[in-house]
């Protein structure tokens, strides 16, 4: 690793357990389905065969807890929580059926214009971006040399990459980032460089 470039693998949690119809949000509780079991371990090979690794940090909630839990045990790394990684607020939208959301204007407007869209009681990406590249200028000021794991959700890792790609966050559903997936950023004096994106497990 050449000193002064951080590269990040964002790997978003493997498949939880809630009903799929169902915006999981903040919901307390949920956690990884046997699938998701699975693909969190295969993941942990994947960055295990990568090397270099010094630091896993997670969202809070239990199914991205669980997914690093099992990277850190095969990396052989202690798991650090990190508040700025966790998912949306969603507000009053948290635990709602998709089919029941369809039928509200406030939820389609957020699905067309994320920059400019709150979900009630929620947070706005703007407010998600600020946290997460909050915390991963943290990492470059003054964090581990070498790589760092950051396990997160689908839309913070979206809201990152559109960022470093240089897009506008209405446009962030144009990338796909699936369970147990690893989206790679290295980030040196030049910039950052996406060096992959959705690599599923």
Do not use: K
């Not at 839990?69 to 969603?90: K, S, Y």
């Amino acid at each position: 690793m050449t000193p002064g470039i951080l590269t990040i693998h964002l790997v978003r949690h493997g498949e939880h357990d809630l009903s799929p119809g169902l915006l999981a949000g903040r919901t307390p509780g949920v956690t990884l389905s046997e699938r998701g079991i699975e693909q969190a371990r295969r993941t942990a090979e994947r960055l295990a065969r990568a090397g270099g690794i010094a630091a896993v940090y997670a969202s809070p909630l239990e199914r991205t807890a669980r997914t690093a839990g099992i990277l850190g045990e095969r990396l052989g790394l202690a798991v650090e929580t990190v508040d700025a990684l966790a998912e949306i607020d969603f507000g009053d939208w948290i635990g709602r059926s998709f089919a029941e959301l369809d039928e509200h204007e406030d939820w389609r407007r957020w699905n067309h214009f994320r920059s400019g869209t709150r979900p009630p009681r929620g947070e706005t990406m703007s407010e998600v971006l600020g946290r997460a590249l909050g915390f991963i200028e943290e990492l470059i000021r003054g964090g581990p040399r070498g790589s760092a794991v950051l396990v997160s959700h689908c839309d913070v890792i979206r809201a990152v990459l559109a960022h470093y790609l240089g897009m506008p966050q209405d446009l962030l559903l144009r990338l796909e980032v699936a369970p147990a997936s690893v989206s790679t950023v290295e980030i040196g004096p030049w910039g950052p460089r996406i060096l992959r994106i959705n690599e599923e497990p």
